[in-house]
């Protein structure tokens, strides 16, 4: 059982990335996953999750509207598009999943214990 998180870089202000979240080992398709970061000196917060159905998802504020999470079960993969970065978003971003409800995304928030985590990809943004 596995994730494996991909698709960090460094990039300028105002750049687009996309992440990428690829299991193994399991079917994503009964699982919800969630996109979390953690920048230098700061706890790790969670950033954008996605139902098991990919019918419902939720965003932090502060990058609602600039980042968009989907899902791809013949895939078996979760994505984050990231538009319109800012220094503020440099991070080690982290996929995690869990086994819930189809629509449920009650539990993104933070410190959330989760059920699977990849390990990070290094997202940097220069100004």
């Known amino acids: 059982v596995q994730l494996q998180a991909s698709g960090g870089g460094l990039v300028q202000a105002g750049s687009s990335l996309r992440l990428s979240c690829a299991a193994s080992?399991?079917?994503?398709?009964?699982?919800?996953v969630g996109w979390f970061r953690q920048a230098p000196g700061k706890e790790r917060e969670r950033v954008s999750c996605?139902?098991?159905?990919?019918?419902?998802?939720f965003h932090a504020d502060s990058v609602e509207g600039r980042f968009t999470i989907s899902k791809d079960n013949a895939k078996n993969t979760v994505y984050l598009q990231m538009k319109r970065l800012t220094p503020d978003d440099t991070a080690v971003y982290y996929c995690?999943?869990?086994?819930?409800?189809?629509?449920?995304?009650?539990?993104?928030?933070?410190?959330?214990?989760?059920?699977?985590w990849g390990k990070g990809t290094q997202v940097t943004v220069s100004s």
């Open positions: 996605i139902a098991s159905s990919g019918g419902s998802t």
């Open positions: 080992g399991f079917s994503l398709e009964y699982y919800a």
């Open positions: 995690a999943a869990i086994g819930r409800a189809p629509y449920d995304v009650s539990w993104c928030v933070d410190g959330y214990d989760m059920d699977y």
